[in-house]
């Protein structure tokens, strides 16, 4: 199946989720929280401007982003999980 968001949304594959704490402990799924990391899949055309125009996104494919922990629509693709959200919901790009 493949997705293409509309407008300014983004498609992100979240990272996966820390399987052991900085001391060493390992934790268990109920203890894992959800991932605030991930990769652009995809991204939309951009936003409608009222003159007309779409709005240019500052996100591409294949940036690492940070995003906030409560933001986007999770969904799951070919067993994958996948977030969509607003490119405003992006907080920062991860550059290498």
Known sequence: MKIKPLDDR??????EAEEKTAGGIVLPDSAKEKPQRGKVIATGPGKMLDSGERGKLCVKKGDVVFYGKYAGSDV???QETLVILRESDILAIIEK
């Open 10 to 15: 983004v498609l992100v594959k979240q990272s």
């Open 76 to 78: 799951e693709v070919d």
